[in-house]
Nanobody, 114 residues
């Protein structure tokens, strides 16, 4: 059974930082492209960051220079380091894994507010 379990969300003030983690099980983690999407209330889900099996990365334009995606294949975990957070980063953040199939986590809420 495949599971993607996110953690690390919460309430943070503007300008603050959070690190999201996504622990995967039930897949051969190292071959999967891993990524983070987010969905704010009333908005469509958007791709925030992605990291391939060969450690290529790509980012949503509005988070470039502030967010960093990384992976630890030994721990079957992908991370999203989020710095200089803005209120518009408030959303539910979802982890996903893609190879031949696609899997999603249940999401973790990030709220950026003073």
């Amino acid at each position: 059974q495949v599971q993607l379990v996110e953690s690390g969300g919460g309430l943070v003030q503007p300008g603050g930082s959070l690190r999201l983690s996504c622990a995967a099980s039930g897949i051969i983690f190292s071959v999967y492209t891993m990524g983070w999407y987010r969905q704010a209330p009333g908005n469509q889900r958007e791709l925030v960051a992605v990291i391939t099996s060969s450690i290529g990365t790509d980012y949503l334009a509005s988070v470039k220079g502030r967010f960093t995606i990384s992976r630890d294949n030994a721990k079957n975990t992908v991370y999203l380091q989020m710095n200089s957070l803005k209120p518009e980063d408030t959303a539910v953040y979802y982890c996903y894994a893609k190879f031949r199939e696609e899997y999603w986590g249940k999401g973790t809420l990030v709220t950026v507010s003073s």
